[in-house]
């Protein structure tokens, strides 16, 4: 499991100075507002959108597996006949099949990552691997490449959910600079509907990461429906407080749609569409509450 | 509506009237000088004749002293007055019409203008322009490649120039300069030396052209006392006074005060674009550190402080606004759909003796740019490692306003590029960029322009066998249609033909026209005040100053490499397709063949996105232009070079091809400066960052890339020091330039939609900001397609 989504440089709101964030596909929470719902699953597929087809039978042609069929003028694939190879990609006249996830080796890719090291040097920034959950890959390969970026010199952030066994963080503390650590909500029953898990493991490793001496900016996507309201903030604050823990920042991250569309090329379901992000002044209210209990730098945005 | 621009209510007046009067043809200058050729030609040498012209019509022009006005002078009678030169390109009454009727940069005439024009220009000048002497004397294959727009000819409508005051223009009076001209006169060898007679009719010329500015001074000088007598207002009537002081002193004699300083520029500038119409206008050079000995001196006087200092700046800015570029015609008018002439000012960089050069001038002329907001003058920065962060960021605060100015330039690159080209270290660090991005030893260089290379109609010319869709004609060598290559290598070997054939003949035409300047139409105040020709005793056209170089000027790179790259990627490497379904799928625009078009246009590495597949070929083919045409030799003692810049020449050679292999379609625009071809980058502005800096800009003399952000990529604290850094970023890989558009595409869809709701957008076009707009649809909708480089 280490298939990449996207690199995405100039990466501005994933951590300090200018950065390069790495996507790895695959995540063990399904968050109902998932913006990138192709990092869900950990394998490789081929995504396309049914809307935009033409029926053309291009991708028939190109295949040389014969994994597609048309069937009722839009062309279906038979995922165990297909190899991935992407030649339905290069012929499509249309241009939306696109296969999602490409695996690197730990050299492409840190020689990728170091394409913008000029940049991280002077903004004092660095390389940020997310995802989906980049703590669910491979751990050979995820060390192989934090210690491959240490010995270069170049600053590791690890955006993280925190739902994975606490060894994983503990092999990787000391190659990483910060944690985004998501705080998503604190009542584990709203948890568990939302977000398809229980917060125990996560608030439990969250201590222990911060215990351990880990810099720590968390991260709390705020949702109306979910976990936005003076309740949530306030009982997010008091278990802070309670654990001694001083992140050097906070991001009040409003909640967006701009992935609901990305649902149907990929065959799933958005199940978001009741969701809304809180008002404008509603935030602002949250971050006040924040600073007032002592965390000066909370911000709304990343 | 937007607040009226201008530090208080003076300023606020007269910015109102350049920005709102329309742009008009002047033909007094023609008329003086058309009188004056009638009568003396033939009397006096050429030199002396063009000096003469100068001083007749400084001695007779109607002169003009606006009300409030601090720095006086017009090159016309009022402002937004244009003079014609019809010894360099005679208008038709036709073009009279046109001028005045036509939608974008447009000039006003009327129908006196036209009957003066018909009865008394054209009659004399016809035979007798640069114009028609140039035109008769190219070869048909320069004609052709010519209309067919393969190049561009610099010289046919205006003259070369393209320099920039050195720290002599703000430090000596023109009585000055005589004295060193007799000096040089009186050392005249008439006994061993063969040139000793063409020498002193040139050193006659440069001291009559003196002369012709003192004129001036003293009839300005009159004026503002006069007027001051009858002034009422006690204020106005002491503003008066002190101009009338000013005078006194510039432009005879070296300025006393900061000023004075200002004042003596701007008669020099009157001069020089006057005496003939130079490209690029005339530019103060490194206007903050020329100023700053004065501004110190008259600070610890008490005659100072920075509010003056400001308004003074901002009474300049004005007067540069006042003068629009000549009229243009034809292709020239294409290649430079503009008013903007160019006049650029780089403030910062380094010393002489290569300290940080920043002073409070400086802040101060940022200051003015940020309030005033006007296209003219081209108001940059230049930053060097010595440069401080809080010059950089707030340089960044003005730019990213949207405007595009201040554009950023590399100092250390400039001075690099100015050492390999030959010139002595502190000569080097005085120098910079003007007009666009082009580099010069400012004060001591003559580095001329001569005109656009279309890179990517020479590939389309390969892959035709020398035949060009667009004209019908059969243009460039014969050496096999795209499909007789059947590899890339074979490819490659006829594009280098053909490109070498193509420069050969431009600089061929260079030579022929280089000459005849350098005979017929000297500019002995330009000679003036640029370093060595006086010693020299020769003209700045004719090899005097110090440094003679040429450039030609190559656009379309991005578009050239990702024709060459989707040829190589999907015909030789990968075997998508064939040769021959490409250029047939060219040959339809891509109509009906879409998968074609997909993947040469989305599915192919393209230069923009820091993949050496295709910043490779970007690398190769910029080192062909580069060693095709740098270091041969001009007509001046000098050499060539290249720039990578254009203008708005890209929308017109993008005109003149028809579909091409990387997917861009027939008429297209092609890549602008070294900008990746548009929406080809799509890693964002590292990415675009890192490909451009494996061009080896140091081997070139300016390089220009441009970059859009939407407003909230730069916005706040944040924002600023991904601003600071990208730039520091690119300079610290040698990147040359690089310039900010930040607005968003709907903001420019709706201008783009209502011109008239959006009067004062300015956006950032290429090396120049100007009024979205003035520009032509295509120019506009190119701006708006330019990748947005918003992430997140």
Redesign the interface.
């Known amino acids: 499991m280490k298939n990449i989504t996207n690199i995405?440089?100039?990466?501005?709101?994933?951590g300090d100075?200018?950065r390069t964030s790495v996507f790895f596909k695959g995540c063990p929470l399904r968050c109902e507002w998932c913006h990138n719902p192709e990092t869900q699953r950990y394998e490789r597929e081929i995504q396309y959108d049914p809307d935009k087809c033409t029926g053309c039978g291009?991708c028939v042609k190109a295949c040389p597996n014969q994994a597609i069929l048309l069937k009722d003028g839009k062309p279906v694939t038979d995922r165990s006949a297909c190899t991935l190879c992407g030649r339905c990609?290069?012929?499509?006249?249309?241009?939306i099949r696109e296969t999602v996830g490409r695996e690197y080796t730990v050299k492409a890719l840190v020689k990728e990552l170091m394409?913008?090291q000029?940049?991280y040097?002077?903004?004092g920034?660095g390389v940020t691997l997310s995802g989906g959950e980049a703590m669910m890959m491979d751990m050979e390969y995820l060390l192989a490449v934090a210690k491959e970026l240490k010995r270069q010199d170049v600053s590791l952030t690890i955006d993280t959910c925190g739902y994975v066994p606490y060894e994983k963080f503990q092999a990787i503390l000391p190659y990483v600079d910060t944690f985004l650590y998501d705080v998503k909500v604190m009542d584990p029953e709203l948890h568990k509907r939302y977000i398809g898990a229980d917060n125990k493991l996560i608030l439990e490793n969250l201590v222990r990461l911060a215990g351990d001496g880990a810099r720590i900016y968390i991260r709390i996507p705020v949702i109306r429906e979910v976990n936005g309201n003076e309740k949530n903030m306030k009982e997010t604050i008091a278990f802070l407080k309670e654990h001694d823990i001083h992140p050097p920042q906070i991001n009040l991250l409003p909640y967006h749609d701009t992935g609901s569309g990305k649902y149907p090329k990929l065959d799933m379901e958005y199940k978001g569409t009741d969701l809304h992000a809180p008002e404008k002044a509603e935030m602002e209210e949250f971050v006040r509450l924040f600073q007032e209990a002592g965390f000066a730098n909370t911000k709304i945005g990343? | 509506m937007a607040k009226k621009r201008g530090m208080n209510e003076r300023i606020q007046k007269l910015r109102e009237l350049s920005v709102t009067t329309p742009v008009h043809i002047d033909l007094e200058r023609a008329k003086i000088e058309t009188d004056f050729y009638k009568e003396n030609d033939g009397k006096y040498s050429i030199p002396v004749m063009r000096s003469m012209v100068l001083k007749e019509y400084f001695s007779k022009k109607t002169l003009y002293l606006g009300d409030g006005e601090l720095i006086v002078g017009e090159k016309g009678r009022d402002p937004q007055a244009s003079p014609t030169f019809p010894e360099l390109c005679c208008h038709s009454v036709e073009d009279m019409t046109v001028m005045s009727e036509r939608k974008l940069v447009s000039f006003h005439t009327t129908e006196v203008d036209r009957k003066l024009q018909a009865e008394e220009i054209i009659p004399y000048w016809t035979g007798r322009s640069m114009r028609e002497k140039i035109l008769a004397r190219m070869t048909p294959e320069w004609h052709e490649c010519y209309s067919a727009g393969m190049f561009t000819e610099f010289m046919e409508q205006r003259g070369p120039g393209h320099t920039c005051g050195g720290e002599q223009v703000f430090t000596t009076g023109y009585m000055d300069y005589k004295e060193k001209i007799k000096k040089t006169m009186d050392e005249l060898d008439y006994i061993n030396d063969p040139d000793a007679v063409n020498k002193c009719e040139e050193l006659k010329a440069m001291d009559i052209s003196c002369d012709a500015v003192i004129i001036l001074g003293e009839r300005y000088h009159k004026l503002a006392l006069e007027m001051a007598e009858k002034e009422q207002d006690e204020t106005r009537k002491a503003e008066l006074l002190q101009i009338a002081a000013n005078l006194e002193v510039v432009p005879a004699h070296k300025p006393q005060t900061y000023w004075q300083a200002i004042q003596l520029y701007w008669f020099t500038h009157l001069a020089v674009t006057t005496e003939l119409n130079p490209w690029d206008a005339f530019s103060p050079g490194r206007l903050d550190q020329h100023l700053n000995p004065y501004y110190e001196r008259d600070v610890e006087a008490g005659i100072l402080d920075d509010e003056k200092a400001l308004e003074l700046l901002e009474c300049l800015w004005v007067k540069f606004y006042n003068q629009p570029a000549p009229v243009k015609v034809g292709i020239t008018l294409k290649e430079s759909a503009t008013y903007t002439d160019f006049a650029n000012i780089n403030t910062g960089g380094v010393t002489p003796d290569g300290r940080n050069g920043v002073n409070n001038v400086s802040y101060l002329i940022l200051d003015c740019m940020d309030e005033m907001k006007l296209v003219q003058p081209n108001s940059n920065v230049t930053i060097s490692k010595k440069t401080p962060a809080k010059f950089l960021k707030r340089a960044c605060e003005v730019s990213r306003e949207g405007w595009g100015q201040p554009a950023f330039y590399n100092t250390e690159a400039q001075i690099m590029e100015l050492i390999n080209a030959g010139k002595k270290l502190e000569d080097a660090r005085r120098g910079g960029s003007s007009g666009c991005v082009e580099t010069g030893a400012w004060g001591s260089e003559a580095y001329i322009l001569t005109g656009y290379l279309n890179i990517p109609k020479v590939f389309q010319l390969t892959l035709f066998n020398g035949f060009d869709q667009y004209s019908g004609k059969q243009i460039g060598l014969k050496l096999g249609y795209a499909k007789d290559f059947k590899t890339y290598d074979e490819l490659w070997d006829a594009f280098k033909k053909q490109l070498a054939y193509i420069i050969d003949i431009k600089i061929r035409g260079n030579n022929v026209i280089e000459q005849l300047y350098a005979q017929e139409m000297p500019a002995p105040c330009l000679s003036v005040v640029t370093n060595d020709c006086i010693s020299n005793a020769k003209d700045y056209n004719a090899g005097g100053a110090r440094y003679n170089t040429n450039y030609i000027q190559g656009v379309g790179i991005g578009t050239i490499t990702d024709c060459l790259a989707a040829i190589k990627y999907n015909v030789y490497d990968n075997q998508n397709f064939t040769m021959e379904e490409l250029i047939e799928a060219m040959e339809h625009d891509f109509e009906g063949y879409d998968a074609i078009y997909r993947m040469v246009h989305d599915k192919t590495p393209k230069y923009g996105n820091d993949d050496d597949y295709a910043d490779d070929i970007m690398q190769e083919v910029f080192e062909l232009y580069r060693s095709s045409i740098t270091g041969r030799p001009n007509m001046k003692g000098g050499k060539y070079g290249v720039d990578m810049l254009p203008t708005t020449c890209h929308v017109y050679f993008g005109d003149v091809i028809l579909a091409t292999p990387n997917g861009r379609k027939a008429h297209k625009p092609v890549s602008e400066g070294i900008s990746p071809e548009k929406s080809a980058d799509t890693n964002g502005p590292t990415a675009v960052i890192k490909s451009c800096a494996k061009m080896d800009h140091l081997a070139t003399a300016g390089t220009l890339l441009n970059q859009k952000f939407t407003p909230d990529v730069v916005a706040g604290e944040e924002g600023l020091d991904h601003m600071a850094s990208l730039i520091r970023s690119y300079f610290s890989m040698d990147g040359h330039h690089i310039q900010f558009n930040v607005i968003d595409k709907q903001t420019l869809i709706d201008a783009q939609n209502n011109p008239e709701e959006y009067k004062d957008l300015i956006v950032r076009v290429a090396g120049y900001s100007d009024f979205f707009r003035n520009l032509s649809k295509p120019l506009q909708d190119e701006i708006i397609e330019r990748t947005e480089q918003s992430f997140n």
């Open positions: 995405q440089k100039f990466s501005i709101h994933d100075g200018i291009a990609e290069i012929f499509c006249p249309a241009g394409k913008d000029i940049f040097e002077d903004s920034g990343g």
